[in-house]
């Protein structure tokens, strides 16, 4: 595949006539999916810059749980990340995700590895198909530790010596294309991510000029646009997300009000605890100075009896 930063001329195509905001765009799950299924060209163009391989190198790529492009899901949950075969050797789980579920490390994790156990019985160990989970997130999963582009494999802890070759899973987060590598912006992966953030025609028709492989997902996110089936899908996709994030919100303002409560009845406690201190420290002194008090009159009756010639040890 050819990422030069080269113009590429462009046909003529309705999308350069188009302008104004974008029904729905890639990051809708559905309209991903979509355009990733119609047009083998633009699956193959997004592979290609995800992994740094050359156009010669990739021989096929197949999306091996495809679905009715228009059908209406029998959930409005169901899963739309893409299993792709490379080369008929390696497993490759695409996902759009906009939707913080507070669960993407674990979850991700748990695809990878269902998709890594793909041994059937009696073949060997050999013969497993390396995995790779690429993940597009519309949220950081670390703001302490914020990249565009990060891929995750088995290291040794001491030596950083990789475990395996055939694990690995990637995260492009698409809320920090700022911070695209030079090797990032060379597979134009910034600009895939670009494509994807794009809420206007008038953008995605500017991105089209820079790669063949957008120009074709761009043309395909257009025609698709108009079919009024696959917009209906795309809305749906949109309310169900809608929902999560109210589920979401509530579950965040559910948990800062009970910080709140503990935080309040934890400062109570402390208030009591406080209290109570003070008044069995005032306890223990005043004791301590009542004994002393006796002390010292124990000693002057002693002091007195022995002027008296009385001993008051026998």
């Not at 492009?69 to 497993?91: A, Y």
Request: overall charge negative; glycine content about 2%.
């Amino acid at each position: 595949m050819n990422h030069s930063q080269s113009i590429i001329s462009v046909t003529a195509h309705p999308l350069q006539n188009a302008s104004g905001a974008i029904p729905y765009g890639m990051t809708n799950d559905y309209m991903f999916r979509a355009v990733l299924q119609t047009n083998n060209k633009v699956l193959r163009g997004l592979v290609s810059a995800l992994l740094h391989l050359k156009e010669e190198e990739i021989l096929s790529v197949e999306i091996t749980n495809p679905v009715i492009l228009g059908n209406s899901p029998e959930k409005k949950e169901i899963r739309l990340d893409i299993n792709v075969v490379l080369n008929n050797h390696t497993f490759i789980n695409l996902e759009m995700q906009v939707a913080n579920q507070l669960n993407w490390n674990d979850r991700s994790l748990l695809y990878l590895c269902r998709s890594f156990d793909s041994l059937h019985r009696g073949e060997a160990y050999g013969e497993v198909h390396p995995v790779i989970h690429i993940g597009f997130l519309d949220y950081p999963i670390s703001k302490e530790y914020p990249e565009f582009y990060a891929t995750y494999k088995l290291l040794n802890v001491k030596t950083h010596q990789n475990y395996n070759d055939n694990f690995m899973l990637s995260v492009v987060d698409l809320t920090h294309i700022d911070l695209a590598t030079k090797e990032d912006r060379e597979y134009h992966i910034d600009c895939w991510a670009a494509l994807f953030k794009a809420a206007t025609w008038e953008e995605i028709a500017m991105l089209a000029v820079k790669d063949e492989y957008i120009r074709e997902a761009s043309h395909t996110m257009f025609e698709l646009s108009a079919d009024e089936q696959i917009r209906k899908q795309c809305r749906d996709r949109e309310e169900y997300y809608q929902d999560l994030r109210r589920y979401e919100k509530a579950i965040v303002e559910k948990d800062a009000q009970l910080q709140k409560i503990v935080t309040e009845k934890d400062a109570q406690l402390q208030k009591i605890v406080t209290e109570k201190d003070a008044q069995l420290q005032k306890i223990v002194t005043e004791k301590d100075a009542q004994l002393h008090r006796v002390s010292v009159e124990t000693e002057r009756l002693r002091a007195l009896l022995k002027q008296h010639g009385i001993d008051d040890s026998e």
